[in-house]
């Protein structure tokens, strides 16, 4: 396990990620299993960029109340 700190000074912890893909590697995997369209699998990912974006990169463990 790996600790840093963000800009806002939190601490970050990332596993190892050799054994487990990144989340876009799993949505895409997911979507091209289901044989969605291409451009679906664009759109999705950009929404959930997006939506990682406007939360300024937080875990969601540190997102919940």
């Known amino acids: 396990m790996i600790?840093?700190?963000?800009e806002?000074?939190?601490t970050?912890?990332?596993?190892?990620?050799m054994?487990?893909?990144r989340l876009?590697?799993?949505v895409?995997?997911?979507i091209r299993l289901k044989h969605y369209s291409i451009?679906?699998?664009q759109a999705y990912v950009r929404w959930i960029k997006a939506y990682i974006f406007f939360h300024h990169e937080r875990?969601?463990?540190q997102m919940s109340a």
Do not use: A, M
């Not at 600790?3 to 963000?6: D, L, Q």
């Not at 970050?12 to 990620?17: A, F, G, V």
């Open 3 to 6: 600790r840093f700190h963000n």
């Open 8 to 10: 806002h000074n939190h």
């Open 12 to 17: 970050i912890h990332q596993q190892n990620t």
């Open 19 to 21: 054994n487990k893909p």
């Open 24 to 26: 876009l590697d799993q």
């Open 28 to 30: 895409r995997n997911l």
């Open 39 to 41: 451009r679906t699998e």
């Open 59 to 61: 875990h969601p463990f």
